[in-house]
């Protein structure tokens, strides 16, 4: 390339970057806020998080619009290739994530009025803290281009869903305990699993990561909870 095309692509990655960075600065906003709002069971604070998300859905139509443009535009190669298309994907993950910490937004307005124990509270704030913790790490792996802080990210997968299966097993013996704790248990049970979800999200970016590191793919199959995994689709 020339001096100036350089200089031109060389921006336009750093612009790309600096948006995949405050997209991760939302993100991560929201699911602390999500983490409050469940523990006070605080109904203004969930409908803020919830008119969050459309600047998260915005930034990455940017990512993705501002990406294909460079590609045209540039034609990169090797690892500047590996750096635009990071950028896609973790975008797509991140844009995710919002919907996923709205949607645990949407189960508190649900709940407004019921009360559950505040066990069964402290166990999907557990779950989220170590989500928040991953997701934290991955963004921060992306930021200094750290493949072993990645790697750390990859491995520790199967931590959150180990929680996750814990906690569905305590709900669902709330829930035949007493028909009245059906409610309450269903939405906190719809959250978890979107917390669940967004763990998958951070091992998706750290794959995305230690890949625009490298140059490779983590080709071997992921660390996973006990064999015996309970699933539920996330509700909207």
Avoid at 177 to 185: L, Q, S, Y
Wanted: hydrophobic share 45%; net charge negative; charged share 25%.
């Amino acid at each position: 390339m020339a001096n100036h095309t350089v200089a031109a692509f060389d921006q336009e990655l750093k612009e790309l970057q600096r948006t995949i960075a405050e997209m991760g600065g939302i993100a991560e906003k929201m699911q602390s806020d999500a983490i409050d709002a469940l523990a006070r069971q605080d109904i203004r604070l969930a409908q803020q998080i919830i008119a969050a998300d459309p600047r998260l859905d915005r930034l990455q139509r940017e990512v993705e619009e501002k990406a294909v443009l460079t590609i045209a535009r540039r034609q990169p190669m090797a690892v500047d290739l590996r750096d635009v298309i990071a950028t896609i994907r973790i975008a797509n993950d991140l844009e995710r994530v919002g919907d996923l910490v709205k949607n645990m937004a949407k189960r508190i307005l649900a709940m407004e009025g019921q009360f559950p124990p505040q066990k069964l509270l402290a166990g999907i704030n557990n779950m989220s803290l170590m989500a928040l913790t991953q997701f934290k790490s991955v963004i921060d792996a992306y930021t200094q281009r750290d493949a072993q802080a990645a790697l750390a990210v990859w491995q520790r997968d199967g931590d959150i869903d180990n929680l996750y299966n814990s906690l569905f097993r305590e709900l669902l013996t709330y829930m035949m305990e007493d028909p009245r704790n059906i409610g309450f248990c269903t939405h906190l049970l719809f959250g978890a699993k979107n917390v669940e979800r967004i763990g998958d999200h951070a091992t998706n970016i750290a794959e995305t990561v230690y890949y625009l590191v490298t140059g490779e793919s983590l080709a071997v199959d992921r660390p996973r909870g006990d064999e015996n995994e309970l699933s539920v689709q996330a509700g909207q």
